[in-house]
């Protein structure tokens, strides 16, 4: 009887370090009960003394929450030391070394893995330049035409879209909104290129937030339609500065690099007139990473020849494009250029398609 | 120039003008044009073969002409005025016995003889807005029409004047209105009578002018999106149907049901086309890719990315992965090993005679294993 009950309490004291001396006792008193008892208990206090676990063990076994904590935390600090220990070895054997030290590993990132995708553009490409030549855009770029646009939203628009709007319309020049009154699209864009304008864009809202955006080039151009997140209006930006002045701002289109992300790309620097003004210090930025296209607006200034401080105006938002459409918007009826599928295009973490 | 065209087994024409021309086995793709030449007015907008020995491909473009290309030496040899960019773009290109058949949008069909004589054209209208023209491959005289509420109409080349077979629109719809017509492409099932269109609206119906009944003898919807090429196997009883989402389906033609979807384009598919006895089909689109796809197991066999936009594709009736080089290394590679297993099965005899030990070891084993295994058996009792 008695030693059954020191088996089980030992077996439940094994794991607490705290119970560790009245454990001894126990064993103390009673030395010879049973053989094989008797040894096991002395390999478990000599394995707990020393401070290290059997194997199998592990910390999520401990089914009190408090102690459990107290021990991953431990386990968390010994790994930490650890790490800190490895570190300083190795950076003394680089010290060591001196010139003969091999260089150092980069960090795999998912850009840096990125699959290489055969659309890639060679800028040296004949074809490709042609192509891009004489597209829908050429005309833009070969300096026919100056941007004019329409910015419009879904029907009966509330609040932060009509905000958003507004803002957008400061920071792209040449624009103008107009409330969207229930009109259908296909019939608002022999209007517009009637009466001049280059581009549509047409905000989509959805619970009282901008969730879409269709941009469509106007004599007979492409439509792209990105779903639009993270958007921030003017007054939730830190540190934002005084509104956005009528200057034209700079473009900065960064990492658009296959056919797709070409043609996307240009759709963006077509939207804004080609001089821009430097003395507005304003400069708007597409970066596309990782398929999302991040809009900044920025006012900027040389404190010296080598510093440069940047104030965020603006609005900022993000962007994924859904589909590229070759003519205006016509989504029944057109032929679409490029349709994001996700579970053929998506099933690779390192594939990108801008 | 002539030995790249030489290999080239599927042929496509591009929105920029140039012709291009992939040989699968080498896994290459090559242009044929003239870089300083490029414009937007040759825009590819039908390909047919020139002859029945594809030699000749014929090349009509945007602004009226049709060129020859020659795939024997790789160059263009000729060109011809077709008719003025002012009637529409080209809309079907076909050959029948030393003429050509073009059919352009205004619904211009018109037969142009080898000479440049103008007289003996035979012309039909058939209607405007044309969307397609195809030839029946089995009786070349016979032509079908149809296009953008210009339901289908066969035509018979010799006789001019009517359509041998006007197509009726279906029963109205369920809501009692009247269901549009837009036939965007159009296919001859081979080994019958019986025609098979796809349309703008999302539908495939499989004509028979043979039988009275001038509706369509079976209708099979498919996708959201209008259907833009369609193409027929070698194997009867299916159809190759692609939309402007990208999505090909294999549509069963008894049912009407779809059978598969052929995965991978991004983009609009502008021409299709099966091999002619071959499990395979190509597809070309806005999304710049060439895609062969195998028709039994659905799967990607090759893609290549050509940089322009793609209209039209050609397939030859040859093997598409084999070439004159590559068969010549194959046969030689066959007759060395021939050598080698000769030589080997010299040499065989000896090895022979230890397999024969061999086995004659095995035996006493077996034997001696069984003996052990008795002994263990009594051993146990």
């Known amino acids: 009887m008695d030693s ?59 089914k009190n929450k408090q102690r459990r904590h107290v021990m991953f935390l431990k386990l968390k600090q010994e790994k930490r030391k650890q790490k ?59 300096r026919l035409t100056n941007p004019k646009v329409l910015i419009t939203t879904s029907d009966r628009p509330r609040g932060r879209t009509v905000r958003f709007c507004e803002q957008l319309a400061t920071v792209v020049p040449h624009a103008h909104v107009y409330y969207r009154r229930g009109l259908a699209l296909k019939r608002v864009i022999p209007q517009c290129v009637s009466r001049g304008f280059t581009y549509l864009l047409v905000v989509n809202e959805d619970r009282k937030v901008p969730n ?85 607006f920025h006012r900027y200034i040389f404190k010296n020849e080598k510093r440069v401080g940047i104030q965020e105006l603006g609005p900022r938002f993000t962007l994924k494009l859904r589909s590229l459409q070759k003519g205006t918007f016509d989504s029944k009826f057109g032929e679409y250029e490029w349709v994001h599928k996700r579970h053929e295009m998506d099933s690779s973490r390192r594939k990108f398609h801008l | 120039m002539a030995a790249k065209s030489q290999l080239c087994s599927i042929w496509l024409g591009s929105e920029t003008g140039i012709l291009k021309g992939v040989s699968l086995s080498k896994k290459q793709a090559f242009n044929f044009c003239e870089m300083s030449h490029l414009s937007r007015d040759q825009e590819v ?181 209008p259907l833009t090429a369609l193409s027929l196997p070698a194997s009867q009883g299916t159809v190759v149907v692609g939309n ?44 710049r890719f060439l895609r062969v796809h195998s028709l039994e197991d659905r799967s990607l066999q090759h893609k290549v990315y050509l940089k322009s936009r793609l209209n039209c594709v050609l397939l030859s009736s040859r093997e598409l992965e084999s070439s004159t080089d590559v068969t010549g290394d194959v046969e030689e590679v066959k007759a060395e090993d021939e050598k080698d297993e000769d030589e080997i099965w010299d040499t065989m005899e000896t090895v022979t005679e230890k397999s024969k030990k061999r086995i004659a070891q095995e035996e006493e084993e077996v034997v001696t294993g069984g003996k052990e295994k008795k002994k263990r058996k009594v051993a146990k009792k």
């Open chain 2, 244 to 287: 402007t989402h990208g999505e090909l389906a294999i549509l069963d033609l008894r049912k009407g049901l779809v059978r598969g979807c052929l995965k991978g384009l991004a983009g609009s598919v502008r021409g299709l086309q099966c091999h002619p006895s071959l499990p395979l089909v190509a597809s070309c689109g806005l999304d």
């Open chain 1, 84 to 142: 800190l220990e490895l570190k300083k070895k190795r950076k003394k054997e680089r010290a060591a070394l001196g010139d003969k030290a091999p260089p150092k590993e980069v960090p795999k990132t998912i850009e840096n893995q990125r699959i290489y995708d055969e659309t890639t553009v060679n800028p040296e490409d004949e074809e490709v330049a042609f192509d891009e030549g004489t597209d829908e855009f050429s005309a833009y770029f070969n």
């Open chain 2, 45 to 225: 907008c039908v390909m047919a073969w020139g002859d029945t020995y594809e030699s000749e491909v014929l090349v009509g473009c945007v602004n009226g002409t049709v060129r020859t290309f020659s795939t024997d030496k790789g160059i263009f040899t000729g060109s011809r005025e077709c008719g003025d960019p002012s009637q529409g773009r080209f809309t079907g290109l076909a050959v029948t016995d030393s003429s050509w058949i073009t059919c352009v949008e205004s619904g211009l069909v018109k037969v142009w003889k080898e000479g440049s004589t103008e007289s003996d054209t035979v012309e039909i209208n058939a209607g405007s807005g044309i969307c397609r023209m195809r030839q029946n491959p089995s009786q070349k005289h016979h032509v079908a029409t149809g296009g953008k509420e210009n339901p289908l109409k066969v035509w018979d080349l010799e006789k001019p004047d009517k359509a041998i077979f006007t197509a009726k629109n279906v029963a109205h719809d369920w809501l009692d209105l009247r269901v549009p017509v837009w036939v965007r492409d159009i296919g001859f099932i081979p080994d019958s009578d019986k025609i098979v269109t796809c349309t703008g609206h999302q539908q495939v119906h499989v004509y028979d002018p043979s039988t009275p009944q001038r509706r369509p003898v079976m209708e099979a919807k498919f996708g959201e999106y």
């Open chain 1, 212 to 296: 879409g955006l269709v941009v469509c080039h106007l004599p007979d151009g492409p439509t792209a339609h990105f779903k639009l997140s993270s958007v921030r209006l003017r007054k939730e930006m830190k540190r934002k500065g005084k509104a956005p002045t009528e200057h034209t701002p700079e473009v900065i289109l960064n990492n658009f690099t296959t056919r797709l992300g070409h043609s996307i790309g240009r759709l963006f620097a077509a939207l804004f007139p080609h001089d821009p003004q430097f003395v507005g210090r304003q400069v708007a930025t597409f970066h596309n990473q990782r398929d999302f296209i991040f809009f900044r």
């Open chain 1, 4 to 62: 059954t009950e020191l088996s089980t309490s030992e077996s439940v004291s094994k794991k607490k370090k705290t119970k560790q001396p009245k454990r001894k006792i126990k064993s103390d008193n009673e030395p010879s009960e049973e053989m094989d008892r008797t040894e096991s208990e002395v390999n478990e206090n000599n394995s707990s003394s020393g401070a290290s676990f059997p194997p199998t063990f592990s910390v999520s076994e401990i």
